[in-house]
Structures are given as structure tokens and as C-alpha cells.
């Protein structure tokens, strides 16, 4: 039987020695032998003696002789014990505090730049394609005002276009 449920102690120091099905938020997490977290976890310092699978973003992680683990492991400092059955991705650590989303302002910046990358590729084309005409993008008023985000779409469809591409092709994460 499993124990359902998140957990959300920013602070804490949690020692989980049953089996646990959810996200942990804590300070520092430890999985005892006997127990297993089917989730992902969001610590400063994880210790897993039993089992786990899901995702951790963690600054420190630690594995006893006999833990098992699978999936990912986000951090910037590992300890494997021989003996321990790794099968997880272990990469750098990102700071905890872009796990749960991006800010607005990061993806104004991001679409910002799609949006300038758009109209670079455009000005490319039409200064080496002189007889070509430059496609027009018109920015209706009001409400019907379009977003960064439509406006980087709508010029990368136009270069598409001068190109004589499909749209699809030129934004292939459209699907």
C-alpha cells in the first residue's frame, strides 16, 4: 500500500521509510531502506537507501549499497556506493527556484528574441533576394493586437513563404 500524497515542507528534514507515491518538497530528503518515492523531488540534499523513480533536482545526492534508482537526477554533487543499481540521466543542477515555472518577464525575453531572430532572417533574405518582395506583416489595432509570440509566428510563416516552404516546415514545433 502506498502512502498518496504530496509533500511540501520547504524546510524540513524528511526520512521516508515506507513506500510513497508523490512529489516531495523538502530541505533534505532521506529514503530509507525500506522505502521507496515513486515522484519528483525538490531538495538541497537527497539520500536514497531503498528505492526511487522520477526526477530530482537536488544540490547534493547521495546513494547507499543496495539503493536503486531510476530516472533523473539534476545536481551538482553525486555519490554512488558500489553496490547501488543506477539507471537514471544525472546531469547539472538548476537553480530550485526556476523548478516550478518560468517568470513572465523569461518569456517576454525568450519570445523577444524569437520575434528579433524572425525579423533578422527576414532582412537576410530580402537583401540577398532584392527582386523578391518582402512580406507584409501588419499589426492590427486595439484588441485584435498581436502578441510577440504571433508576431515571430507570423514572420517566420512569411519567410516561409518568400521561400516558397510550407509553414510547417519553417515551424516544425507546430504539429
Known amino acids: 500500500m502506498y502512502d498518496d500524497s ?6 524540513g528534514d524528511l526520512l521516508i521509510d515506507h513506500p510513497h507515491r508523490g512529489d516531495v ?47 533523473a537526477v539534476n545536481t551538482g554533487l553525486v555519490s554512488i556506493k558500489p553496490g547501488s543499481s543506477v539507471n537514471a540521466h544525472i546531469g547539472p543542477e538548476f537553480p530550485i527556484a526556476l523548478a516550478p515555472a518560468l517568470s513572465a518577464s523569461t518569456e517576454e525575453a525568450i519570445l523577444r528574441g524569437i520575434e528579433q531572430a524572425a525579423m533578422e532572417e527576414i532582412s537576410r533574405l ?17 484588441e485584435e493586437a498581436q502578441t510577440p509570440a504571433k508576431r515571430a509566428v507570423a ?3 512569411a519567410v ?7 509553414p510547417r516546415k519553417a515551424l516544425p514545433f507546430l504539429v
Not at 504530496?6 to 524546510?11: L, R
Not at 530580402?126 to 486595439?142: H, N
Not at 516561409?160 to 510550407?166: D, I, M, Q
Open 6 to 11: 504530496s509533500i511540501n515542507d520547504p524546510d
Open 25 to 71: 518538497r523538502c530541505r533534505r530528503l532521506t529514503i530509507g531502506r525500506s522505502g521507496s518515492v515513486f515522484g519528483n523531488v525538490v531538495a538541497e540534499e537527497v539520500r536514497v537507501a531503498g528505492r526511487f523513480d522520477g526526477t530530482i533536482h537536488a544540490a547534493r545526492f547521495f546513494t547507499a549499497s543496495g539503493s536503486k534508482v531510476f530516472g
Open 126 to 142: 530580402a537583401s540577398t533576394q532584392a527582386e523578391a518582395p518582402k512580406p507584409a506583416v501588419t499589426e492590427p489595432a486595439g
Open 155 to 157: 514572420a517566420a510563416v
Open 160 to 166: 516561409a513563404a518568400n521561400r516558397g516552404e510550407a
